[in-house]
């Protein structure tokens, strides 16, 4: 059977459109009722920014096979055993017939500050995912394949994680494809690096301007870190746990 992509780009501009929109609604619900967050974070604690993205994947795991399964949405059933903590949260999460089929992490970053959240964020990725993976080895899930792990994430595009950065380190050198990178770039590199690893399945990276609330606009760095590759990977995926288990 073929895989099923649905319009997954059409879907992707309308998620864009969704997530500058969502900042700017929440901005102004605050507005409204006198309780601002300090600077960016008024467009975050919202929690709606994401959510075009989570109705694509959504719509994939359906198209595949799997109209059926469960998708866990709510933070009550959104924890998985670790094996370094009790629990870890994530975004989204797919089971079906009693076996972990997906578990998805959908992040966001915008100005004006990347270089510390750029360390957080990639610290947090790696952790959670060597977590999953350990706990996935002592059979936290019970004896089953290997799920779907996913990581996807939308930057702004911006004067400041466009343009090169400098580091200081001054008893190594830093690795040559980091020397000069901008913050996008080095998103790229994590991004191809946590597959290489094999820490997650696939890991995306989508690039937009704030001007996107408009048209939807977004940009990719590498077919590796691409929003086609995660679609179709978790297509793929989804389409042979359907066959396995029905």
């Known amino acids: 059977m073929a895989l099923d992509l649905l319009d997954y780009e059409r879907k992707a501009r309308l998620a864009v459109m969704g997530f500058w929109g969502n900042r700017e609604a929440a901005k102004q619900r605050q507005i409204a009722t006198g309780r601002t967050d300090q600077g960016e974070r008024a467009g975050v604690t919202d929690g709606k920014n994401m959510d075009g993205f989570i109705d694509l994947i959504l719509d994939i795991v359906r198209a595949n096979g799997l109209a059926h399964a469960d998708i866990h949405l709510k933070k009550g059933v959104l924890t998985l055993p670790g094996y370094f903590r ?82 200081k380190s001054p008893h190594f050198p830093v690795f040559p494809e980091f020397q000069g990178a901008s913050y996008l770039k080095r998103y790229d590199i994590l991004c191809q690096r946590l597959v290489q690893e094999q820490l997650y399945t696939t890991a995306a990276l989508l690039a937009s301007p704030r001007t996107a609330a408009v048209d939807g606009e977004f940009s990719e760095l590498s077919d ?23």
């Open 86 to 167: 009790p629990t870890k949260l994530w975004d989204l999460l797919v089971t079906y017939k009693g076996q972990l089929i997906a578990a998805i992490e959908l992040k966001s970053q915008v100005g004006p500050s990347f270089g510390n959240n750029f360390n957080n964020r990639t610290e947090e990725a790696i952790g959670t995912a060597h977590d999953l993976w350990t706990a996935y080895r002592e059979e936290a899930f019970g004896k089953q394949p290997r799920p779907f792990v996913g990581w996807l994430m939308m930057v702004e595009n911006a004067e400041k994680s466009c343009r090169p950065v400098r580091d």
């Open 224 to 246: 590796m870190t691409s929003l086609k590759t995660f679609v179709t990977s978790l297509a793929g995926h989804v389409a042979a746990e359907a066959a396995r288990l029905d």
